[in-house]
C-alpha cells in the first residue's frame, strides 16, 4: 500500500505542477528575483498547490483502500496553513502578526483532542516528560517549523529534496510505529514532492511558494502528535533530525541575524546553502550532496529509534544509538558549516586574484592533473599520519608490548578515530592552506581541529557502559594520538614551506642575480613594513634587497624581523643611506599624519635619496592591491594618508539587503560612493547618471569587482520629473545618496539658471519622490562653498541645504546633508591640471599665493558620507573634519617636485588671479562656538538652523521662476537677500536691470519678493 501512495502521489502531483505553470504564468503571478532566491528570471509561484493535489488524492485512494484518514483536526490546520500561503503568494504583503496569529491557531486545531499531551515524553537521550509545557513547547514547534521550511523554499530543489527525505522518513517511522495516519502522510508527502521536483529542479520552472511551504513543515512538525503518547516524542526527534539540515541552517541564520542586528525576514543571502551557490559551486551538485547526507542521517535515526523501540522507551534506560544519532547530527552541521566558510573564503580569495596571461594559462593547463593527483596525494599522506599516530600511542602506552586483548581493540577502535581526526581536519578548512605558505595564523585552525576532535573521544571513555569496554579508548592513547596526528599532519606541511624556499626559490633566484638587485631600506617596522618585508624575502624574482628596517621606536632597534634587522631611527637615516648604498627607501608607515609624512619626505629631500611608498594598509587588506606594488609617492600622499575609521555594523545595518540609489553615479564622488556601498552587499544598487558615457564606465567597473551584486543603471536626469518619479516608483530606493550636481564655479558664475536648476530643484524633487515612495534616508553631498557663499555654486549648495532641512519636517525620510572641500583627483580638481601643466612643460597656474583649501581623497570623502549618513537622524547638517588647510601655491611646488623637477627652474609658476565667484579662504563651521561633535572623531554637526517653512516654499517659488524666464541677474540679488550671508556679485548690465519684475511664476504661483526680504530668516551659527 505505502509503494501505491507514493505512486499515486507523485503522479497527481507531476501532472498538477505542469497544468499549474501554464495558468500561473498567464496569471501573471510570477516570482521575481532577489537577494533570497536561487532564480535569474521571473518565476511562477504557488507549485505546492501541486504537492498538496498529491496529497489529497494519495489519501483519499488510501481511504478508499480501506485505510483510516488522518486526524481532520490535523487536515484543517493544514489547510487553513496553506490558505494564508496562497493568499501571500497571490497578494503578498500579508502582515507578520497575522500570520503568526493564523499559524498559532492551525496548531492549536491540529492538537486539538490528541491524548496524552501533558505527558509528551522527550526521546531517549534526554530521558525526560515535558509535563505541562508539553503544549506549549509543541505550539511552538509546530510555528517554527512551518516558517523555517517557508523560509528556505525559495532555493530551487532544496525544500523538495528535503520533504522526500522527511517525508519517507516520517512513513518508514509509521510502520515501526503502526501508526497508519504517519504512512499516509509521510509517503504522500515523498512521492507529491518527488512528483514537484520534476519542474523545481534547477533552473526551476516553478517554485513552491508559500500554499506549499508552509502546508509541508506545518503537517511534518504536526504529525507526530498524531502518534501514540508513548511515541510521539520519538517521532518529533525523526522529524528534526530528517530535516536536519534545513532545520539548523535556517535556525542558525536567523539566531546570527539577530546577533548581528540584522532584519531576520528581509531577503537576504545569509543562508549557508546561498553562500555556497554565490561561491560558484554546481547548484545540483551542492542539494545532492546535502540530500544524500540527509538520507544518511535519516536512516541512522530510523535505526536508532528502531533499537530503542526494541529495548522498550518506557524502561528509562539511555540508548547509545541516539547519543550516536545527535553525534552524528552535530558533527554533520559542524562540517557543513566550516565547510561552506572556508569555501566563500577560499573563493573571495580566488575572485580577487589576478587573471592570468594567456601564455600563463597555457602553462598552467597541463598541470590541472597533477595538481589533482597532488591533492589526492595529501589526504593518503594524512591518513597514514593519523594511522601511524594512533598505532605509536598505542605502542607507547603498553612500552611497545601491546597485550593480546588490546590488539583487538585498537582495531576497533581506530577506524572511528581517525575518520574523526580527519574530518575534523576537513572542518576547519586545513585543506584550503597553501602548504608552502603555512605560517602561525594556520596553526590555530590546527590546534583546535586537534582539540575538538578529542573531546567525543574523551565523552565516549567517560558515557559508555562497561559491556561497550572495546569502544573506549585510553586516555593516554587519545592524547598521544592526537598530539602525535596533527603534530605530524602540520609537519608535513612545515617541511612542504621549508623545501620550497630553499629549493623552489632558487629558479627565480637565477633569473634576477644579486648583483642586480637594489638595496632599500624600509621606514617603519608596523605591520605594513612586516607585510613588505616577507612579501620581498619571499619573492626570489623581485629586484629588491632589503637591507634593514628604520623606525623611531626604540625599542624595536637592533630586534631581527623576518631576518630584516632594525638598524635605527627616522635621524639615522642619512648614515645608513651613505654607509649601506642605498638605492631608495620606501615609506611602509600606513598610519601617518601628514605632518609626519612631510617631515619623511623632507628629510629624504635633503639626503637626497629617492623615496617610494607602499599601498594604503585598507588596500592591501581589501585584497585591491599587493603589498608589494611599491610605487613613487603621490601628492595624494600628502594629504590623505589618514585612515578612516568606520562603524562598519552600523553602515552593514544601514546598507546591507538594501535598495541604495546613487545619483550622479559616473561623477568622481558618486562613483567612489558607488564602490563602497557595493562593499556592504545591498539587494541593488541603483546608478543614476545622465552621462551614459561615465555610466558605463562605473557599472563596468562594479560588475567586475562585485560579479554576485545586483546593479542596475538608470540614464536619467534628476530634474526629468517623469523619469525620476518612475525610477521610484519602480525600485522604491532605501537609502538615496545625492551625489548629482553642478559644482564648477566659474562655469556655474556664467550659468547661474542651470546652478539653481540641478543644485536646488533638482535636489527638492528627489527629496520629495525618496519621502512620497518611503525611503529610510536621504543625503545629500553638499560643499564648504555653502558657508558664506561668494558663488552661485555655493549659494545653491546652501539653498538646498534648507529644502532637505525643511522635507525633514514633511516626511518620515531621515534627510541628511554633509559638507565637506575639495576632494583629490575629482573632476575639474586642481590637481590633474597641475599635473597637465607640467607633462607640456608649464608654467603652473594659481589664481593666488595667499589662496588656501581644504583637502580630502575621494575614498576619505565617500567612505565618511556613509558613516554621516548611517548616524544621522533628520535634519543635520554635518561637517567632514578635513585637517590643516592647504595653500594652492604650496600644492603646486609640490607637484612639481614629485615629478622629479624643481619649482621656478624646471617649471615656471604664475598668477592669474581670482576668478569669478571664488574666494581665498574656504569655511567648514569646524570653530566650537558652531559645531557640535559626533561620536565620530571626524564629523561634526554644524549648529545650523532652519528656515522657517513658509520661507523656503516661497523661496523655492520664486527661484523656480527666475530660472524658467533666464532672469540672472534677479537670481543673483534675490540669493543675497535669502542668504544674509551671501556675497554675490551682482553686475549691472544694460536692459537687465528691470527685466521681468513685474512678471508672475509659471504654473500660477504668485509671490512678493518684498515680503520675503522682509521676513528676516535665522542666520547660520545661532542654536538649532
Known amino acids: 500500500m505505502s509503494v501505491a501512495l507514493v505512486i499515486v502521489s507523485f503522479i497527481v502531483a507531476c501532472v498538477t505542477t505542469r497544468v499549474l505553470i501554464a495558468l500561473l504564468r498567464r496569471a501573471g503571478k510570477l516570482d521575481v528575483p532577489n537577494a533570497r532566491s536561487s532564480h535569474s528570471e521571473p518565476t511562477p509561484r504557488g507549485g505546492g498547490l501541486g504537492i498538496l493535489a498529491g496529497l489529497a488524492a494519495a489519501c483519499l485512494a488510501a481511504h478508499a483502500g480501506g485505510m483510516p484518514l488522518p486526524a481532520i483536526t490535523l487536515l484543517l490546520g493544514a489547510m487553513l496553513v496553506a490558505l494564508i500561503g496562497f493568499v501571500d503568494d497571490l497578494r503578498g504583503g500579508l502582515p507578520a502578526g497575522l500570520r503568526f496569529l493564523l499559524q498559532f491557531a492551525a496548531a492549536a486545531l491540529a492538537l486539538y483532542g490528541t491524548s496524552g499531551m501533558t505527558q509528551l515524553p522527550l526521546p531517549e537521550p534526554l530521558n525526560l516528560s515535558l509535563g505541562q509545557l508539553a503544549i506549549p513547547a509543541a505550539l511552538l514547534w509546530i510555528v517554527a517549523v512551518t516558517n523555517i521550511y517557508n523560509f528556505l523554499d525559495g532555493i530551487d530543489g532544496y525544500a523538495g529534496v528535503q520533504g522526500v527525505v522527511a517525508g519517507t522518513g516520517i512513513g518508514f517511522f509509521g510502520l515501526m510505529v503502526g501508526s497508519p495516519e504517519a504512512q499516509i502522510v509521510g509517503f504522500s508527502i515523498a512521492g507529491a514532492c518527488a512528483g514537484f521536483l520534476i519542474y523545481n529542479w534547477h533552473p526551476a520552472k516553478i517554485f513552491m511558494g508559500d500554499v506549499g511551504s508552509g502546508a509541508l513543515g506545518f503537517l511534518l512538525a504536526a504529525l507526530p502528535f498524531q502518534l501514540a503518547p508513548s511515541v510521539s516524542g520519538r517521532g518529533v526527534f525523526v522529524v528534526a533530525l530528517c530535516l536536519w539540515f534545513f532545520l539548523s541552517d535556517g535556525t542558525f541564520t536567523i539566531l546570527r541575524r539577530l546577533v548581528r542586528g540584522e532584519r531576520v525576514w528581509q531577503a537576504h543571502r545569509s543562508h549557508l546553502y546561498q553562500r555556497l551557490t554565490t561561491t560558484g559551486l554546481n547548484h545540483r551538485r551542492i542539494v545532492l550532496l546535502i540530500g544524500a547526507a540527509a538520507v544518511a542521517l535519516g536512516a541512522f535515526t530510523l535505526i536508532a529509534s528502531y533499537v530503542e523501540l526494541r529495548a522498550s522507551a518506557q524502561s528509562g534506560t539511555t540508548s547509545w544509538a541516539s547519543w550516536m544519532t545527535l553525534g552524528c547530527a552535530v558533527a554533520s552541521f559542524i562540517v557543513y558549516w566550516k565547510w561552506t566558510t572556508s569555501r566563500e573564503k577560499h573563493f573571495m580569495e580566488a575572485k580577487e586574484t589576478p587573471t592570468l596571461t ?194 623611531d621606536d626604540r625599542e624595536k632597534h637592533g630586534s631581527v624581523i623576518h631576518g630584516v634587522k632594525v638598524l635605527g631611527g627616522i635621524n639615522d637615516l642619512p648614515r645608513l643611506v651613505r654607509e649601506l648604498s642605498i638605492d631608495h627607501v620606501i615609506i611602509s608607515i600606513v598610519r601617518a599624519s601628514r605632518s609626519d609624512f612631510r617631515r619623511l619626505l623632507d628629510l629624504c629631500e635633503q639626503i637626497p635619496v629617492k623615496v617610494r611608498i607602499i599601498p594604503g594598509l585598507s588596500d592591501i587588506l581589501q585584497g585591491k592591491v599587493k603589498v608589494t606594488r611599491i610605487r613613487d609617492v603621490q601628492i595624494e600622499d600628502l594629504l590623505g594618508r589618514e585612515p578612516v575609521r568606520l562603524e562598519e555594523e552600523n553602515i552593514k545595518i544601514f546598507l546591507t539587503d538594501k535598495a541604495v540609489m546613487v545619483t550622479g553615479a559616473g561623477g568622481s564622488i558618486g562613483s567612489e560612493l558607488a564602490q563602497q556601498v557595493a562593499r556592504f552587499k545591498p539587494s541593488s544598487l541603483l546608478l ?288 543675497n537677500e535669502l542668504l544674509p550671508e551671501a556675497r554675490l556679485t551682482v553686475r549691472d548690465e544694460p536692459g537687465e536691470s528691470n527685466r521681468g519684475t513685474t512678471g508672475k511664476p509659471a504654473g500660477g504661483l504668485t509671490g512678493n519678493l518684498t515680503n520675503i526680504r522682509n521676513h528676516k530668516p535665522l542666520r547660520e551659527g545661532t542654536a538649532a
Not at 602553462?363 to 589526504?379: A, D, E, G, I, T
Not at 594512533?390 to 572511528?416: C, G, K, N, T, W
Not at 615629478?899 to 569655511?923: A, Q
Not at 516654499?953 to 533666464?966: K, M, P, S
Request: with cysteine.
Open 688 to 975: 543614476v547618471e545622465r552621462a551614459e558615457g561615465a555610466l558605463y564606465n562605473i557599472d563596468r567597473e562594479l560588475r567586475a569587482a562585485f560579479p554576485e551584486l545586483n546593479i542596475i543603471t538608470l540614464v536619467a536626469d534628476i530634474c526629468d520629473e517623469i523619469r525620476m518619479r518612475s525610477i521610484f516608483n519602480r525600485h522604491r530606493p532605501h537609502v538615496v545618496f545625492h551625489a548629482a550636481a553642478h559644482k564648477h564655479v566659474p562655469m556655474m558664475e556664467f550659468n547661474p539658471c542651470e546652478a539653481i536648476k540641478n543644485n536646488v530643484l533638482g535636489t527638492r524633487l528627489l527629496g520629495e519622490l525618496a519621502g512620497y515612495f518611503g525611503s529610510e534616508a536621504f543625503v545629500m553631498i553638499s560643499t564648504d562653498k555653502a558657508v558664506r557663499p561668494t558663488s552661485v555654486m555655493g549659494a545653491a549648495k546652501r539653498v538646498a541645504e534648507l529644502a532637505i532641512q525643511n522635507l525633514n519636517h514633511e516626511y518620515k525620510t531621515r534627510y541628511v546633508a554633509v559638507r565637506f572641500g575639495n576632494v583629490i583627483g575629482s573632476a575639474g580638481s586642481v590637481i590633474p591640471l597641475f599635473r597637465e601643466q607640467i607633462s607640456k612643460g608649464g608654467p603652473v597656474t594659481v589664481t593666488h599665493p595667499d589662496m588656501v583649501r581644504y583637502f580630502m581623497t575621494i575614498p576619505e570623502a565617500a567612505q565618511l558620507v556613509l558613516q554621516a549618513g548611517a548616524m544621522g537622524k533628520g535634519g543635520e547638517i554635518f561637517v567632514l573634519d578635513m585637517g590643516e588647510p592647504v595653500k594652492i601655491f604650496d600644492l603646486a611646488k609640490d607637484t612639481i617636485t614629485l615629478t622629479g623637477l624643481r619649482p621656478f627652474e624646471d617649471v615656471d609658476i604664475i598668477f592669474t588671479g581670482l576668478r569669478p565667484g571664488e574666494k581665498l579662504f574656504e569655511e567648514l563651521e569646524m570653530t566650537n562656538e558652531q559645531a557640535t561633535k559626533t561620536r565620530h572623531p571626524r564629523i561634526f554637526i554644524g549648529r545650523i538652523a532652519a528656515y522657517p517653512e513658509e520661507l523656503v516654499q516661497q523661496a523655492l517659488q520664486r527661484l523656480t521662476f527666475f530660472t524658467q524666464n533666464g532672469q540672472e541677474q534677479e537670481l543673483r540679488v534675490y540669493l
Open 358 to 551: 594567456v601564455d600563463g594559462y597555457k602553462r598552467f593547463m597541463p598541470r590541472r592533473w597533477s595538481r589533482l593527483h597532488v591533492k589526492q596525494l595529501h589526504l593518503v599522506l594524512d591518513l597514514m599520519v593519523l594511522i601511524g599516530a594512533f598505532a605509536v600511542a598505542y605502542l607507547l602506552r603498553f612500552d611497545f608490548d601491546i597485550p593480546p586483548e588490546y590488539v583487538s581493540r585498537a582495531l576497533v577502535q581506530m577506524p572511528y578515530v581517525v575518520l574523526l581526526q580527519f574530518a575534523m581536519i576537513i572542518a576547519f578548512g586545513i585543506y584550503n592552506f597553501i602548504w608552502r605558505y603555512i605560517g602561525m595564523a594556520e596553526i590555530k585552525a590546527f590546534i583546535k581541529a586537534a582539540l575538538i576532535s578529542a573531546l567525543p573521544i574523551i565523552t565516549l571513555r567517560a558515557g559508555l557502559p562497561t559491556e561497550m569496554q572495546e569502544w573506549r579508548v585510553p586516555l593516554s592513547v587519545t592524547i598521544m594520538s592526537t598530539i602525535l596526528g596533527f603534530g605530524g599532519v602540520l609537519g608535513l606541511r612545515i617541511m612542504r614551506r621549508a623545501a620550497y624556499e630553499r629549493y623552489e626559490k632558487r629558479p627565480r633566484q637565477a633569473r634576477t642575480p644579486q648583483n642586480a638587485k637594489k638595496p632599500v631600506l624600509l621606514i617603519g617596522a608596523g605591520r605594513a613594513g612586516v607585510m613588505t618585508a616577507r612579501e620581498i624575502g619571499s619573492r626570489g624574482d623581485f629586484d629588491l634587497e632589503v637591507k634593514g628596517f628604520v623606525d
